[in-house]
């Protein structure tokens, strides 16, 4: 045993549990932790412009790769209430960070002291376990403990509050001869794995769901083991893009109101049985559960036994971690294969290939127009970056025609903040990738207000030589705010358009984002033209190589643009054109469909209303 500070011990379990990277802010009340950091060494630490940045960022390193937990730091009062964003962000989309906050010494606690306030209290609905520590040598249990429960069942965050006093105060711990707490997580049963499969086998035209739990999880080539043994098409729900790579024949589409494919949709509607693993029936994904639920059957796997049940009562529900039963499921299911018990399902696999290739189930993106259209600028993106790009981004009009146009290869190179989609997220989330990994080709994705949210968080980028190209669509406006808005007949307290008087050339487009990002130390790229998009990707690809700091590629769009959605997935709305040819349809390196539809296809009547 030896004696040291509380929080000498709180830096060794950190140590001990893997963590050798913080993001944060320091402050009068957390000072004692930072140099406890200093004494005990070996955690990196990267100063963030806000705190709501910092957690953003230990987000994006978790998200990054299996095992990863992110840590943020910050001080007492609006620190953990600027973290707040970041702990709901997490816990949505369950996804472990560790956030530790200073508070006031003991004495001073309910004396309305300066920036004094119950962090824990507020933090409580967040988080699976939020703590001030009153005893200091309970303060290396509570960090134990934290990594406990993030790692254990369903994902998720941990605030631990620190007072004052209990950081500095002495203690015996000995680091040599800790260990982790086990982890749990609930598995399946055989049984359960084979009455899904009986379910499974009793459908003519199933589906797999894969959610965000099978990222999570480090489960994608089971997923895909799984698929390919049964020969059952999949469905990706948007925190499971990448599960199974987009070009893989079994890859059926997304559904949903909006970040969705027209085959996938078509294909969802045509089924007449879903396994869902690791996902949560999102309403984004379903619609009305009347709509998704008609006609098909239901098996659910979820790690979080209140899942089960929360949206809709499925025919079958598993309570297991998404590794533990795609194990059992690809045991099962090749076992059964050899004895001849699984059925043929590849006509009906074939049906859905044909729907994911056929021109008429695609949306048009090869647009010349000057304002650029979107899809213009995502087909771009397609085309330059290849099959290891990882994408990184939050909420708008921007994510969902991403989602509608991007293709995704691999788990984790789509990095989303799924269900709480805070603005401001993309900057930070994509500084805490690049940290966790200093090789990944890494493309962040936003919109002009979304860029605008915690645009200094850049600052991070270019002097932690945190290097990432970020693609800047920019209408001036709040697109998704402006698109829903027609429901109401108004366009109001949405646009984002003025006259620059430092910048006249960019007319109604107001900020001058290529000043604001080269005054924050990075570099930055405007494009207007079709023409540029190709050669601007290149140059901020090299801008990178050469000076190690974010590259911000500016586009400037065309200020209105609908992007297809609606009420219901089957009823979705097609505000452009569709391909009419393989030349106007979505390409990438890589990705060529084999099988063509019948042309007589009907096609979806278009909304003739572009306002």
Known sequence: MAKMTAVDAAVHVLRREGVNTAFGVPGAAINPLYA???????????????????????????????????????????????????????????????????????????????????????????TKMAITVMEPAQVPRAFQQAFHLMRSGRPGPVLIDLPFDVQVAEIEFDPQTYESLPVYKPGATQAQVEKALHLLLASERPLIVAGGGIINADASALLVDFAQTVGVPVIPTLMGWGAIADDHPLMAGMVGLQTSHRYGNATMLASDFVLGIGNRWANRHTGSVDVYTKGRKFVHVDIEPTQIGRVFAPDYGIVSDAKLALELFVKVAKSWKVQGRLKDFGAWAKQCAARKSSVDMQRKTNFENVPLKPQRVYQGMN???????????????????????????????????????????TISAALGVRAADPQRKIVALSGDYDFQFMVEELAVGAQFKLPYLHILVNNSYLGLIRQAQRNFTMDYAVQLSFENVNAPELHEYGVDHVKVVEGLGCKAIRVRRPEEIAPAIAQAQAWMAQYQVPVVVEFILERVTNIAMGTEIDNITEFEELATSRADAPTAVGFAPQIALDEGSKREELATSRA
């Open 36 to 126: 406890a950091m200093r004494r005990v060494g070996g955690i990196n630490h990267i100063l963030a412009r806000h705190v709501e940045g910092a957690s953003h960022m230990a987000e994006g390193y978790t998200r990054a790769a299996a095992g990863n937990i992110g840590v943020c730091i910050g001080t007492s009062g609006p620190a953990g209430t600027d973290m707040i964003t970041g702990l709901y962000s997490a816990a949505a989309d369950s996804i472990p960070i560790l956030c530790v906050t200073g508070q006031a010494p003991r004495a001073r606690l309910h004396k309305e002291d300066f920036q004094a306030i119950d962090i824990a209290t507020i933090a409580t609905s967040l």
């Open 383 to 425: 085309l330059a970056f290849g099959k290891d790009v990882c994408y990184v981004s939050t909420i708008g009009l921007s994510q969902i025609a991403g989602a509608q146009f991007l293709h995704v290869f691999g788990p984790r190179n789509w990095i989303n903040a799924g269900q709480a989609g805070p603005l401001g997220w």
